[in-house]
């Protein structure tokens, strides 16, 4: 490991959650001033920015460098395609869509207003302002959005950069090498030091935050489950549980721990997304997804570019869209450094298509049955449109519990409805577990200069780190002012992504440049 990278990167989580736990109240404000200026000032620079990505990843699909493979050319994947797949929706995306699977569609379905903004502009735009079927399309699309291609694009760029780096022109798997083409052996120094630190501050905090906010979820399902008190110390027994898992995990590596528990995580969400799809309303369902796939593929570059321009749509749009784009753009460091580990031997076209399409396409499977199966309680409640209670819980930020309502309208509460919401439980246990596993190997492996098996020791160190870092923001009240850090974060390491993907076209160029010099020259 680099001495001087570990002990600085260390000190620095010290003296971050000292300030954000132990000054919490100021930490807040002062992350929230900065988070608000950022989105009201630079909203449109993150909208052309996204669309930026989502080009340049169109562009390398259908160009001559989409053959060019992550390492020599004689080289192969590493891992299956179904390996593959599900390490990157595990690592990548998992917990996110369980938690907000359910509550962001009812968010825009619902149409009161109810946090002094609309519910979803685009669907008032479409001409769908009152609770109906068109309205929960576009309620769909809507969601599909923020967890769909432009999101994952950024994933793609960062990791495409990293692997392209570190497999092809044999430079440590870490962000540094990213400058290679612009500062040469030099990423070896100062300037390299800095670009890594920042990637092991954001894997440390990005995974400490969500498994400090999430564990609440967890929490209220046993409650349910077990009945057992859903407060502190049941949360910070379950964040002490986690650790532990992912600490073994960790240690034992990608071809093992980490493939072993994403592939059982798949597995486990086929079978809970099937008792949504089969109890649940399955041809609205289908018909719902074809409906939405269609309205996302002739809207999505539109709503990419649209830029609010009304009090109300701006402070929707910064609330929604803009926090999104922040929160993809905060992790793309790790989560991109984590898909470039498992990608070595892919080509460049391969990788795109794989890391861009896959994940999408089940992310819009998971939103549209589980959304779909609230939206449709809601559109046939008993009492009327928007009375089954679900969008209540939403208004009321009860999130966990909207998931299970939605549940114990497809199988009751018995012994299936236990079942189920147990099995739900265990996703977001293990989905936890493959973020916080895949961050500690990605940041050992940024302070070991790219090795891909750093030293055991140290991945139980900082497997350690940053559950103390979740437990201790956890009781001092500290992550939600982390949170927010972590979004206005987001602003500068956009930049850091911004030169990455002019450094590996520029790099791309060199190679076909002097791949045709060679030609001419035999």
């Not at 400090?212 to 964040?239: D, H, K, N, Y």
């Not at 099995?423 to 302070?447: A, E, H, K, Q, R």
Request: charged residues 10%.
């Amino acid at each position: 490991m680099h001495r001087g990278m570990t002990i600085t990167s260390a000190l620095l989580v010290l003296a971050f959650v000292l300030f954000t736990g132990f000054g919490s109240e100021t930490a807040g404000m002062l992350f929230g001033a900065t988070r608000a200026w950022i989105e009201s000032t630079f909203s449109g620079y993150y909208l052309i920015t996204v669309m930026l990505l989502l080009t340049v990843c169109a562009f390398i699909v259908l160009s001559r460098y989409g053959s060019v493979r992550l390492g020599p050319d004689d080289s192969r994947p590493e891992f299956s395609n179904f390996a593959w797949f599900s390490m990157l929706f595990s690592a990548g995306i998992g917990i996110g869509i369980l938690f907000f699977g359910v509550a962001e569609p009812i968010f825009y379905l619902d149409d009161t207003g109810a946090f002094g903004y609309p519910n979803n502009p685009h669907a008032d735009m479409a001409g769908a302002t009152a609770i109906g079927h068109e309205r929960a399309i576009d309620a769909l699309r809507v969601t599909v959005f923020h967890w769909g291609l432009h999101g994952w694009a950024i994933y793609v760029i960062v990791g495409m950069s990293l692997a392209y780096f570190a497999y092809r022109k044999g430079l440590p798997l870490a962000l540094r090498s990213a400058l290679y083409p612009f500062i040469g052996e030099r990423i070896f120094g100062p300037l390299g030091h800095l670009f890594d630190i920042l990637g092991v501050l954001g894997c440390v905090f990005g995974v400490a935050t969500s498994l400090g906010l999430g564990v609440s979820q967890m929490a209220v399902g046993l409650e349910r489950l077990v009945g057992i008190g859903s407060g502190l110390p049941t949360q910070l027994i379950l964040i002490a549980l986690i650790s532990v898992i992912s600490i073994v995990s960790a240690v034992t590596g990608v071809r093992r721990g980490i493939r072993i528990i994403s592939e059982m995580n798949i597995w486990t969400s086929v079978f809970v997304v099937g008792v949504f799809l089969i109890g649940g309303p399955t041809l609205w369902l289908i018909t719902a997804f074809g409906e939405t796939l269609l309205d996302y593929a002739i809207n999505f570059i539109p709503m990419g570019l649209w830029f609010a321009d009304e009090p109300s749509t701006v402070e929707w749009q910064q609330g929604w869209t803009i926090f999104y784009w922040g929160w993809w753009l905060a992790w793309a460091p790790f989560v991109g450094l984590f898909i470039a580990r498992i990608s070595k031997g892919r080509t460049l076209r391969e990788f795109v298509l794989g890391v861009l399409l896959v994940p999408t396409l089940i992310i819009f499977v998971w939103l549209i049955i589980f959304g779909g199966n609230a939206m449709y309680q809601e559109l046939h409640a008993s009492g009327g449109a928007g009375t089954a209670g679900i969008i209540e819980l939403v208004n009321a930020w009860k999130l966990p519990a909207a998931l299970f309502a939605t549940a114990d309208g497809i199988v009751g509460t018995g012994v299936f409805g236990w079942i189920l919401s147990a099995l739900m439980v265990f996703l977001l246990m293990s989905w936890f577990v493959t973020s916080s596993d895949s961050g500690t190997l990605v940041l050992t492996t940024i302070l070991s200069l790219g090795d891909d098996e750093p030293p055991a020791r140290f991945r139980v160190f900082w497997g350690i780190v940053i559950g103390l870092v979740a437990a201790v923001l956890l009781v001092a009240g500290g992550l939600t002012a982390l949170q927010t850090a972590l979004i206005a974060a987001a602003l500068p390491l956009s930049v850091v992504i911004l030169v990455m993907t002019v450094g590996v076209l520029v790099s791309l160029l060199r190679e076909s440049r002097r791949a045709r010099q060679a030609i001419k020259q035999d």
